[in-house]
């Protein structure tokens, strides 16, 4: 029998995908797990594999082509067996669950219900709202009133595009791209948005409008900490890991959350929920975009164990080979520019985290000492964005000093 290769939901805010690149071609013997094609999703290209042995019969889809969840992409065959034409695509998006056949001697004193039901309802009625359990969820999420929309599903029932569709009363309204003001020359270049800067611009956009963001600003002394992993990679053999700045700032946040969890945590429509793990997400720039794979319970980890694994997501985003399930649950996210040599900046929430924390380079500059000497010192700004519906400024400051403490106190850390 033959098995259809659709496309798969790579990420979980996943709704389509475009195939990159096929890494087999009509005819290839393909086992379970080969890799089949290269598929650009939302938040980084992935490989997608087979689940199923036999040989490829057809491709259906041409490289660089986009295509929604569920399309036919390709198709794996038995030795011999006939190869189908292209099926119809397998819807993913919400729908009604088939009802099962009535028996006949039913259906005849049901005509005129029937004929009722199939009729146009208003979405709000005395009894009760009809909304998906997904419309549900959403709402909630977003605080949105189900008795102010407006179904368009069947009988009028509320579903997942219109409350995508529904502006909250008092929220911030569209924003309206102004129009060039001149048409392109021929130097200029139009360059279309990939899928994962497309999702970007989108879940910016929602951060910054959708979140009442506020920020912090201070300003560390990096002295103890550049001498200390001065002298632990002094001490490393040849072929040992090599620790990075980055490493012990990784560390430090995950600690300072653990310590204050209040701000590990992230709202939920008429609640606030606060993580029981750390689950950093670390943001590195890939060619394409940026993504933001976490460590899991990084607040267990040894300091040893987060150098290696940031720098296993690190190189395994860059060759594309990171999984779905690496990018999701990420509850408080580091953004470190300092290598690029920015002194501090503010970033955008990552939602639906309550947190971020921005890094910026370390500069040599005169500094005074507990004894109030002159001294020549070495400097790190630190940002961090809050949302200000979980995180309260006096929160916000505590989480700070509890970090300040840990990256002035840097030995700390490898207790």
């Avoid at 004929?115 to 997904?134: F, G, Q, T």
């Avoid at 040599?341 to 005074?368: E, Y």
Wanted: aromatic share 4%; net charge negative.
């Amino acid at each position: 029998m033959p098995d259809f290769v659709q496309m798969p939901q790579l990420s979980d805010t996943m709704k389509e995908g475009t195939v990159v690149k096929w890494l087999v071609k009509v005819g290839d013997k393909v086992d379970v797990s080969d890799p089949l094609a290269e598929i650009e999703t939302d938040k980084a290209t992935m490989e997608m594999v087979a689940f199923d042995e036999g040989i490829v019969g057809a491709i259906y889809i041409e490289e660089g082509t986009t295509a929604p969840l569920g399309e036919v992409l390709a198709v794996i065959v038995e030795e011999g067996e006939e190869v189908p034409d292209k099926p119809a695509a397998i819807a993913t998006s919400e729908s009604e669950p088939e009802k099962p056949e009535e028996p006949k001697e039913n259906q005849d004193q049901n005509a005129t219900i029937k004929s009722e039901e199939e009729k146009p309802e208003p979405a709000v009625s005395d009894e009760r709202i009809k909304a998906s359990p997904l419309a549900k969820k959403i709402a909630s999420s977003k605080g949105i009133n189900l008795s102010e929309v407006k179904g368009t599903g069947p009988g009028g029932r509320i579903v997942k595009k219109d409350l995508e569709n529904h502006k909250v009363p008092g929220s911030p309204t569209a924003v309206s791209i102004p129009k060039r003001s001149q048409p392109l020359t021929s130097e200029d270049q139009r360059i279309p948005l990939t899928g994962m800067r497309n999702i970007i611009a989108q879940r910016l956009l929602e951060s910054k409008t959708q979140i009442p963001h506020f920020y912090l600003n201070v300003e560390f002394d990096a002295a103890p900490l550049m001498n200390l992993r001065k002298q632990a990679n002094s001490a490393a053999e040849e072929g040992d890991n090599k620790f990075t700045v980055n490493d012990f700032i990784l560390k430090a946040v995950a600690n300072a959350a653990a310590s204050v969890p209040e701000v590990n945590s992230s709202f939920d429509g008429d609640a606030i929920i606060q993580y029981g793990s750390v689950n950093l997400s670390v943001a590195i720039a890939v060619e394409d975009g940026l993504v933001t794979p976490v460590i899991r319970d990084a607040q267990q980890k040894s300091l040893l164990e987060i150098s290696l694994a940031v720098k296993d997501l690190a190189e395994r985003a860059r060759a594309k080979k990171l999984s779905p399930d690496e990018f999701a649950g990420g509850t408080i996210t580091v953004s470190n520019l300092g290598a690029y040599g920015i002194d501090s900046f503010d970033a955008i929430i990552n939602p639906p985290q309550a947190a971020i924390l921005s890094i910026g380079s370390i500069k040599s500059m005169p500094a005074v000492d507990e004894e109030g000497n002159l001294v020549a010192g070495l400097r790190m700004k630190v940002g961090m964005s809050c949302d200000h519906r979980v995180v309260d400024g006096a929160v916000g400051a505590k989480y700070l000093t509890e970090l300040k403490r840990r990256i002035e106190n840097p030995a700390s850390m490898l207790i």
